[in-house]
């Protein structure tokens, strides 16, 4: 075996070849990189709240719903899948795998119930009940992307953007993963029922079967060959879902063109989209594979590792000394005095900040607008005229586009950082003007527009994520990511009630009565005006996000010209250096100079520092 030398350093025997290789398959499984891999499975499994314009035509027709309850339905869906507090704080003081177990159970708990509601199996639930149902099932979606793509994150710290990119990418793909899969299993001409099943149990069981490798492990060498290389192998990942998604693409351009696809050919695409989406492993092999090659570090003598000691007493006074003042400490004592941008914000110090506001405000405005877009989706087909397939395609393609959105945002984002120092809040900017002209083509009603909006608002809803979990990370640092991450997410569901149930669906029930429908049964509007005045609103709500986001790029461009990771850089070379494990607990913010000085990169502050070990100071 190419890696029998380094793992068989005894008396060579028949067995060396066997134990080498089980070393070096331990070595993969326990890797950074196989658990990035694990973390893109679970993500592929995650998104399938963003089909519920395929399976919503089955819920309506056997609940007997009004597209305002639909709606409302479809806002408790946002709301679970996008409020992930609760998430975020167990995964502050526990490990992922317990984040990940609790989404598991939420999820297979909550489709299931919908399931066996939808199929008649159950007696019809109340709609206040269905929408605890759905709440719960979505609200997995949040205990997967906690325990999977903030560990990975936090693994990953330098390519947060990059990472953030490809892991929320195959959350987008997810769609159309689960519409091949779904006809594959259960076929193509039903109205979408047994997809809620599959939806019950698939992710679930991938989420129990990886529970294991999801854990922080931060990198410890930080030299440029390596960082060289792991940049490599990102673009590596990225070709394979860019296949991914070709694939997946192609596939519904032909289903759509053939008029009926005979079920054993599904069988066979079925098999070649699992092959791609395990060919990543390939990847982490090699990866692995150069670390486990790799020689050990020599060893470190006493007089080459750094001591640093920051003095926080005149920035953070005792109890002792608060008490001497005539003051008690409290925890709101520094709400509205939180550090410098890029420093670890406590979670209140971000809440409270005018970037964490300015952010939220464009959130909403965003991705409310085109979260509304894409789950009134079946509808909008509908509504135009456009034939229950063609309804299922513009679907798929809003997930093929949603994927292309996320890493192209995070890709080019994190280029254009680097190199020219563009504020990643412009890049939103830019984004949220593109979504206005997909959401312009659905008010004017083009002849076959609906398959443009559907690419563009597909594109725009998935740019969006990167960018605005990129911004939290870089902004408010990384200390308390998991519940700051969820926060951030908490604007969706609030823009989603407030255009989608508010505006869309009321207007789209005002309309279906006008043309005669009757109110308490499953009305159905036809016509551009369904969705006209609606989608017109929405245009200019997007528009004023647009225009937020453009100040928060304005605020923050000193912040983006200064030197982001360079501090995640300096540690991982004290990390190195001293042979430490690099845990998550440990918090090194600055490395000093040979002349003992600590520098903040991100502000140009200066700390008061000293190597030695005597005085106030606390020695990190």
Known sequence: MVFGDRAATGAPGAGAAPASTMRFALHVMRGRWFMFFASILIMAAAGGTYIFGIYSKAVKSS???DQQTLNTLSFFKDVGANVGILPGLINEVTPPWVVLACGAGMNLAGYLMIYLAVSGRTARPPVWLMCVYIAVGANSQSFANTGALVTAVKNFPEDRGVVLGLLKGFVGLSGAIFTQLYRAIYGTDNDGAELVLLMAWLPAAISLLFIPTIRIMP???????????????????????IVLAIYLLIMNVVELEVIRFPKPAYYVTAAVLLLLIFFPIVIVVKQELKTYL????????TSSIVTITVDHEKTHPSSAQAAAAGTSPSCFQDVFRPPARGQDYTILQALFSVDMLVLFVATICGIGGTLTAIDNMGQIGQSLGYAQRSITTFVSLVSIWNYAGRVVSGFASE???????????????????????????????????????????????????PLLFAIISEVFGLKYYSTLYNFGAVASPVGSYILNVRVAGRMYDR??????????????????RCFRESFLIITGVTLLGALVSLVLAWRTREFYRGDLYGRFR???????????GGGEDKKV????????????????NKDSTSTSESGNGNKV
């Open 219 to 241: 990198r410890r060498d930080a030299a440029g060959q390596e960082r060289g290389r792991e940049r490599r192998a990102f673009f590596l990942f990225l070709y394979a879902s």
């Open 415 to 465: 280029h254009l950082l680097a190199r020219y120092k563009v504020p990643r809040p412009l890049a939103l900017t830019v984004v949220l003007l593109l979504a206005c002209v997909g959401h312009g083509l659905i008010a004017s009603g083009v002849s076959n527009g609906l398959y443009a909006a559907s690419v563009i608002l597909g594109f725009c809803f998935g740019a969006q994520w």
């Open 63 to 65: 609940l007997g719903y």
């Open 294 to 301: 790799q020689p050990p570090a020599p060893a470190i003598t």
């Open 570 to 580: 300096e540690v991982g070379m004290v990390g190195a250096a001293a042979g430490g």
């Open 511 to 528: 309309e279906a009565l006008r043309q005669g429908g009757r109110k308490g049964r499953d009305l159905t509007c036809i016509g551009v």
């Open 589 to 604: 913010r600055e490395v000093a100079s040979s002349s003992g000085g600590v520098s903040d990169t991100d502000t140009g």
